[in-house]
């Protein structure tokens, strides 16, 4: 097992999750510690084509909600084991911008398929490659729609109504309170710098490996 993390980013739309990806970077970039960042749909050659059949091929608009749930999950079942996976074995820190809560909250709670279902789907995509934190950037749905109105086009869910986005930011706050260990809220309505400081704060605290004690670490680990 890896002394350095798989670190998930979760949240709505705008939630400021790659902003916060970005930033951490800088700090594990001083510590000269080895990381890989992931994002999905995406992240493999195979991955970024589903992303684009997910997220803007006009045939996308008569995709069913079992075929979407499908695709993300393939998706992710080749980014862990194509990167992922060798990326921890090779003792690297990963930091996924999206992970298997976004299909439990996306798929599930808003698209209201079987939760059940899901997570079944989801153990299957991804093995035992679990995450060992996820920070939910957590936001109102004001903020989130305000911030998805930038100058790029819309993909194919930021179409979706209010209520669809009421669900998803419900599901992820029901679900950061059902599995306290791993998940940690933060207010996203914070600064990006206060953010980052807490996000940064919690990480060197946990995984004292991220802060560059890698020597040590690995020396505590072989005794
Ligand atoms: P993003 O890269 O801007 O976060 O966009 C990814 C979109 O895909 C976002 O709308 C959330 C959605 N999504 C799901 O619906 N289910 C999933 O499993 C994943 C990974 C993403």
């Not at 510590?31 to 091929?57: C, D, K, M, N």
């Amino acid at each position: 097992m890896s002394l350095l993390p798989f670190i998930t980013f979760e949240g709505s739309e705008g939630c400021g999750k790659s902003t916060q990806v970005r930033l951490l970077t800088g700090r594990l970039e001083k510590a000269g510690v080895r990381f890989l960042i992931t994002r999905e749909p995406g992240g493999t050659a195979i991955g970024e084509s589903i992303r684009e059949l997910l997220q803007f091929a006009p045939q996308s608009a008569s995709m069913t909600p079992e075929t979407e749930v499908l695709l993300f999950e393939a998706s992710r079942a080749q980014l862990v084991r194509e990167i992922i996976r060798p990326a921890l074995e090779n003792e690297n820190c990963v930091i996924a911008d999206r992970f298997f809560d976004s299909t439990t909250v996306y798929q599930g709670v808003a698209r209201k398929l079987d939760v059940k279902m899901i997570r079944d789907l989801n153990a299957f995509a991804v093995g035992d490659c679990m995450p060992d934190i996820t920070f939910f950037l957590d936001i109102d749905l004001k903020t989130a729609r305000a911030r998805m109105k930038g100058p790029r086009r819309p993909d194919r869910m930021e179409m979706q109504p209010d209520d669809f986005y009421e669900r998803v930011i419900e599901g992820y706050r029901e679900l950061a309170k059902n599995e306290p260990k791993r998940f940690v809220r933060i207010e996203g309505s914070q600064s990006p710098d206060e953010i980052e400081r807490e996000i940064w704060k919690m990480l060197a605290s946990r995984f004292p490996a991220v802060a560059g004690n890698r020597q040590s670490a690995i020396g505590n680990r072989q005794s």
